[in-house]
């Protein structure tokens, strides 16, 4: 069955980094697109990045556009979130999911996702 487990979380400064782990298995992680979302305190689930299958295509929502990264390492069956100068709105559970499919069209968007991990907080706070 379909495992995702996300680590990395924890407490940063306003400016500060922090790098998310999301560990894959019980499917082929390479043939598959991936997405980070995140759901701050009180709020609604917000994508806010996606990659396709082999890592050459890479999508951003426009208030982490510049500061985040995603990337996979297929072999190691895990995708990263690199977040840099990262801001008190920053704050949320951040949790990895896979999508049906290696190129969706929703890739901006949480359809076609058909697992998601159990989330990593994140808090921003000086």
């Known amino acids: 069955q379909v495992q995702l487990v996300e680590s990395g979380g924890g407490l940063a400064q306003p400016g500060g980094s922090l790098r998310l782990s999301c560990a894959a298995s019980g499917f082929t992680f390479s043939n598959y697109a991936m997405s980070w979302a995140r759901q701050a305190p009180g709020k609604g689930l917000e994508w806010v990045s996606g990659i396709y299958s082999f890592g050459i295509d890479a999508f951003y929502t426009d208030s982490v556009k510049g500061r985040f990264t995603i990337s996979r390492d297929n072999a190691k069956n895990t995708l990263y979130l690199q977040m840099n100068s990262l801001k008190p709105e920053d704050t949320a559970v951040y949790f990895c999911?896979?999508?049906?499919?290696?190129?969706?069209?929703?890739?901006?968007?949480?359809?076609?996702?058909?697992?998601w991990g159990q989330g990593t907080l994140v808090t921003v706070s000086s």
């Open positions: 999911a896979k999508y049906d499919s290696p190129r969706p069209i929703t890739i901006r968007t949480m359809n076609g996702v058909d697992a």
